[in-house]
């Protein structure tokens, strides 16, 4: 059986950078799965599932299309804990340590388990952090909880080890789907110094200098959704 978190975690080691594309299953069109794909660029490494909201069961429809079309791993990213599918390859089991709201600290998390205890899904415990990207987001929105500024270089890299310290497995820096601007390459660097896990960064990445930008910064994982979606 694959092990997809021992793979992340090499990868990293070794670095060798990684490129999720984040599908949101809301906006996704399971017919135009195969096009989609063909859009993405070769170097993507895996395809993140998952959306502030999403319809109950759209998710498990949008994770078998892309199963049935590509051998790239499949991770859930969830923004509730109902996204949450049996046939995705792994799970990015979250907990939201930039806000102090319960719900997004641990109620999700209790709530997921009922599905969670008997099945196959490769768990992956992991910290995010969600980070100024210049204007509301989804998960600012829905999670009731402000993002921690961008000149606050400090409070997020002790937050981010706080999450290390916890026993949390990635680190994900969000700037919110969306952003105006990603999390900047101090911030990546600071939090790279101080981690020993892997680094996963995220929100308002369009371009390929950007992307270059945050890899050369430290980020081991890049996620892209809003530069793929097509409307
Ligand atoms: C681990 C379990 C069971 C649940 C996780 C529940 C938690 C803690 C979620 C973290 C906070 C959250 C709401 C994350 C959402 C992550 C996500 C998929 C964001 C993408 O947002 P989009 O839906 O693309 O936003 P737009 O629609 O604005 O583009
Ligand atoms: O849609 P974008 O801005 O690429 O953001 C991707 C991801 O980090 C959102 O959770
Ligand atoms: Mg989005």
Known sequence: MRKFYTEISLA??????QLAI???PDKFIEAETGFYLKKLPKETTHIFVGGSTVDKSKTE????????????????????YSQITEIADALLFLSLISGRNPEY????????????KNSKLEIIPTAYILIDGGKE???????GTKPIPQSQVETIVNTALAGEFSGKKL??????????????????AEAKKALTIP???GGGIRSLEQQNKAYKAGADMIVMGTHFETN
Not at 12 to 17: F, H, I, L, V, W
Not at 66 to 78: A, Y
């Open 12 to 17: 990293a080691t070794n670095g060798k950078k």
């Open 22 to 24: 984040l599908v949101d």
């Open 61 to 80: 429809k949008t994770v078998h299309a892309i199963k049935v079309e590509t051998d790239l791993p499949v991770i859930l990213f969830p923004g509730d």
């Open 105 to 116: 600290l641990i109620e999700q998390q209790v709530k997921s388990v009922e599905k969670l």
């Open 137 to 143: 987001c989804a998960v600012q929105r829905v999670s």
């Open 171 to 188: 680190i994900y820096l969000e700037a919110g789907s969306g952003a105006d601007f990603p999390v900047s390459e101090e911030i990546i």
């Open 199 to 201: 680094l996963i960064v």
